[in-house]
């Protein structure tokens, strides 16, 4: 059975171990790197993975690795462990740092980059993946079924649209998060208690995206079907239209693909 080596024992790499496991793969092939011991020993006993302080006691054959670590210690972390894992594939988690600053670290073309967020914790998460010209497509296939046991995969052509991908569904949670603050907020300030706000808040955006999920109709005009004009909602969202809203969150979005990209140059040399 294949080894899948996970670098890093955090949140996401917990979430997609549980997918793994949940989907089939034995524990006994799973062994992470983790060198908090808290944390190490939570994935052994509430897992029953095998854990490492460090790489000096990992003796099994690794056929995937997973690297799920801060992206400012990547690098050092990759070039300690590259001869090690050479034949390996690597399928990286961190954000900012390209497939060619990896590929140079490991000294492998064998990389695959993705981009999940943080809906893979409950098993509804979305990962951009790309791969360059040099992974085969049976290496794709292996790197894609990692992240599938926690949610949907979407492959881009171009790398620079992980940037994108950062800006839409990598910290696309926060602004739901953003906006569920603002409803329960609104909630409380028109009369009802806090607890009644947020159930209809989280329930209305779940509600609203198994719609548009099920739906052939865009987002326009399913908007356009719960407004009559001069109704309720038409009020809310021409007051949304006069204070610019739309275009005031797409500055937003701008401004995470912009920082994304920064990072890849601050996290790749």
Not at 16 to 33: E, F, M, R, W
Not at 61 to 68: G, L, S, T
Request: one cysteine or more; aromatic letters at 6%; proline letters at 3%.
């Amino acid at each position: 059975m294949a080894t899948t080596l996970f670098v890093g024992g955090g949140n996401m790499a917990r979430a997609i171990i549980g997918g793994l496991l949940q989907q089939g793969q034995a524990p006994t092939s799973i062994v992470v790197i983790e060198p908090h011991e808290a944390t190490r020993l939570a994935l052994q006993q509430d897992l029953g993975v095998t854990a490492h302080a460090d790489s000096a006691s990992l003796t099994e054959p690794v056929d995937v690795v997973v690297w799920a670590v801060k992206p400012q210690v990547l690098k050092p972390v990759m070039q300690a462990l590259a001869v090690q894992l050479h034949s390996a594939l690597h399928l990286s988690i961190a954000a900012g740092v390209t497939t060619a600053a990896m590929q140079q670290w490991l000294g492998s073309s064998r990389v695959v980059r993705a981009m999940p967020n943080t809906p893979a914790l409950i098993g509804k998460g979305i990962a951009g993946l790309f791969a360059n010209a040099d992974v085969n497509q049976a290496d794709r296939t292996a790197a894609a079924a990692v992240l599938q046991a926690v949610g949907e995969v979407l492959w881009v052509e171009a790398e620079a649209q992980l940037d994108a991908v950062t800006a839409l569904s990598g910290s696309g949670p926060a602004y739901v998060f953003y906006f569920l603050e603002a409803m329960q907020q609104a909630g409380q300030q028109l009369g009802l208690s806090a607890q009644q706000a947020y159930q209809l808040a989280v329930a209305t955006f779940e509600g609203a995206s198994a719609l548009a999920a099920r739906s052939e109709e865009t987002p326009e005009v399913l908007r356009q079907r719960v407004t009559s004009k001069g109704g309720t909602t038409y009020a809310a969202t021409t007051t949304l239209d006069q204070l610019d809203v739309k275009a005031h969150f797409i500055a937003a979005m701008q401004a995470c693909h912009d920082r994304a990209a920064e990072m890849a140059q601050e996290f790749g040399n």
